[in-house]
């Protein structure tokens, strides 16, 4: 992991010296809102958005049941590789 994109609420002075500490050659980029009142389609923040969407798909990872961390990351596993042999196995056209 090299670069790390965050909302503005990480701008913070506490969250930026915890990464340093933590991980230091991961290198922060803060990506702001628009100054105009309007939707715009912010870099990179959609990819995220459209994931945990297409994660959110499967029944288990819709409301959060697991009372173990490391159970509904096994959960967030499973999902991502159904996704991905969903992916693969498409028929191309």
Known sequence: LLKL???GGYQGANFQAGLRT???QI???IVKRSELRK???LPKRWIVERTI???NRCRR???DWECLNRRA???LRWASVRRMLRKLCQ???
Do not use: I, P, S
Request: a positive charge; hydrophobic letters at 55%.
């Open 61 to 63: 990872l819709a409301k």
């Open 91 to 93: 028929k191309t056209t």
């Open 53 to 55: 969407a297409w994660l």
């Open 5 to 7: 994109y965050a909302d």
């Open 27 to 29: 290198n922060l980029e």
């Open 22 to 24: 933590t991980c230091r």
């Open 73 to 75: 990351l096994a959960f």
């Open 39 to 41: 939707f715009v389609v």
